[in-house]
């Protein structure tokens, strides 16, 4: 155990092991993904410093073109000081959770177990531990690009200020394409928006941000899928 309200069970069952230093884990001193407290705290990752300035670009500014100009060239400066996608958003994730905690955090407490079916429980925690399987077959190794549909086209700061919104949570990484070999195996789908209807079925003045998955599903055949 790491901490003193460690849960000794969960300890000795080795029901969560840290991916960084293999340390078994318990809610208490899991940090994030498979990441204890511990490493969390003493082992910065690569791009640490310029996820954090990233992070604090989105979280401090409302949305403007002017502040995604900004934003996209410190993800650019991020990516650069990580080598690359994977690097940076591994970096932004640790940023992340020094900034705004683990919002999976709850999902490990003890008190889950014996409340829902088991089966489920244990799937939900490894998403939450490891991410979402893609089962993707048919991903390209090099960079796939696209353009957005003439209906986001029409619509971008709309759409970009919902962008926005989810980096300020730092779940984007704004960047440009400063270097192909960084974005390596990133596969873009193109965006469009569709009208939203209010509850009393008239139509809202703000649309719905969609990604068209057409190509990416093409390796992703519904058999793979969990039930």
């Known amino acids: ?99 705004l905690g683990d919002h999976y955090q709850d999902l490990f407490n003890q008190d889950w177990d014996g409340m829902v079916d088991q089966l489920l429980l244990r799937y939900v925690r490894s998403l939450a531990m490891h991410g979402v399987p893609a089962r993707d077959t048919g991903r390209p190794k090099e960079r796939f690009k696209t353009r957005p549909h003439t209906s986001a086209k029409e619509h971008l700061d709309e759409i970009m200020e919902s962008i926005w919104r989810d980096a300020a949570k730092g779940r984007v990484l704004l960047c440009s394409d400063p270097k192909d070999e960084h974005l390596q195996g990133v596969v873009s789908s193109p965006v469009a928006r569709v009208p939203k209807y209010l509850p009393d079925r008239t139509m809202s003045d703000k649309g719905r941000t969609i990604l068209d998955q057409r190509m990416p599903n093409r390796g992703c055949p519904k058999q793979t899928h969990p039930p």
């Not at 300035?53 to 100009?69: D, F, I, P």
């Not at 690097?87 to 940023?95: C, I, K, M």
Request: charged share 20%; proline share 3%.
């Open 1 to 99: 155990p790491n901490y003193p309200n460690c849960n000794l069970t969960q300890h000795h069952n080795q029901s969560w092991v840290c991916g960084t230093c293999g340390t078994s884990m318990c809610a208490s001193c899991r940090a994030y993904g498979a990441v204890c407290k511990r490493c969390a705290k003493t082992r910065t990752p690569k791009g640490a410093k310029e996820a954090v300035a990233y992070l604090e670009e989105v979280r401090t500014n409302a949305y403007s073109r002017g502040a995604v100009r900004k934003a996209v060239y410190k993800g650019d400066a991020l990516l650069e000081a990580a080598g690359g996608w994977k690097g940076a958003v591994q970096a932004l994730r640790w940023a992340t959770f020094q900034a």
